[in-house]
């Protein structure tokens, strides 16, 4: 059982100052899932109309109706925080378009008499840092949504940048541009561990994990990419790959969380940034 499994929407939330206004415009700039770091920060929408409520600190969003139940939840920080700014605003920039949809699918069900029993929808988001080392930071995202069907889905994104807010792509912190075949091979026989455990098989879809050449299919592009923790203090202790469900198995097989040691590659890494890892990096922490 995941972390969303247990943080149902009919749980009463904590009581929690709040922000009103009203919805006179949807902003459909939601970053949440494409990790993209050249995107703007996101401008902060209205305020939903049933009135979303942000905690005295920032950290938590909530907005209930009929037809969708939303909740985001971030660390907590100083308030001026750029990379804490930036995730609050993609936050409320996702409830606005999450609340549009929901309301636009429910009004046209409810129109033709056939509101489902499945309602309201569910979108629930949680940020948490995976490490901190010199001037950067790496947080992970999930986010569980259910919008009618057999099941929801979980959704994975990554934050990696400087404390001044500037945005940092993992791939960029290497020489090459990319991760080197040494990491790619390393995430692979990763990969083959993990679904030993849990398929006794080492297959995506059905066929062998190929893990370079032509034929390799451990799609890296598909990947989500943070920063790992060190058991030396202020390192990075190498990186850390989510694979969302469907990405490289079956949803039955769920999400794949991954770690790549530092020694692997440490040797590749810009020199701006080689200094900031070091030691072994733990097993991600199991998201239940």
Not at 28 to 46: H, I, L, R, W
Not at 236 to 252: C, D, L, R, T
Request: charged content about 20%.
């Amino acid at each position: 059982m995941r972390w969303w499994d247990s943080c149902r929407p009919d749980t009463p939330a904590p009581a929690v100052a709040i922000e009103t206004t009203t919805d006179d415009a949807i902003v459909q700039t939601a970053q949440f899932g494409q990790s993209d770091p050249n995107a703007p920060a996101p401008p902060v929408p209205p305020s939903a109309d049933g009135a979303s409520v942000v905690s005295a600190d920032g950290a938590a969003i909530s907005f209930a109706d009929e037809s969708i139940s939303y909740s985001a939840a971030l660390p907590s920080g100083p308030a001026g925080d750029p990379n804490l700014a930036y995730l609050r605003k993609d936050a409320l920039s996702y409830l606005a378009n999450k609340k549009a949809q929901a309301r636009a699918t429910y009004d046209e069900f409810k129109k033709e008499g056939d509101v489902p029993p499945t309602y309201p929808w569910e979108v629930m988001i949680q940020w948490e840092y995976t490490a901190k080392a010199g001037d950067i930071v790496s947080l992970f995202g999930s986010a569980y949504e259910y919008t009618g069907g057999a099941h929801g889905m979980a959704y994975f994104d990554t934050h990696v940048a400087r404390t001044n807010g500037q945005q940092i792509k993992v791939a960029d912190m290497f020489q090459s541009g990319g991760l080197t075949p040494a990491a790619i091979i390393a995430l692979c026989e990763a990969l083959k561990v993990e679904k030993k455990k849990r398929t006794d098989s080492e297959t995506i879809y059905d066929e062998p994990i190929v893990c370079a050449g032509p034929n390799g299919n451990v799609k890296v592009e598909k990947a989500k990419l943070a920063l790992a923790p060190s058991n030396q203090p202020n390192k990075f202790g190498g990186i850390q790959v989510y694979y969302e469900a469907y990405e490289v198995g079956s949803y039955a097989e769920g999400s794949y969380e991954l770690v790549i040691q530092q020694d692997v590659f440490a040797e590749d890494l810009k020199s701006e940034f080689k200094l900031l890892f070091g030691g072994t990096a733990p097993p991600i922490r199991d998201p239940t």
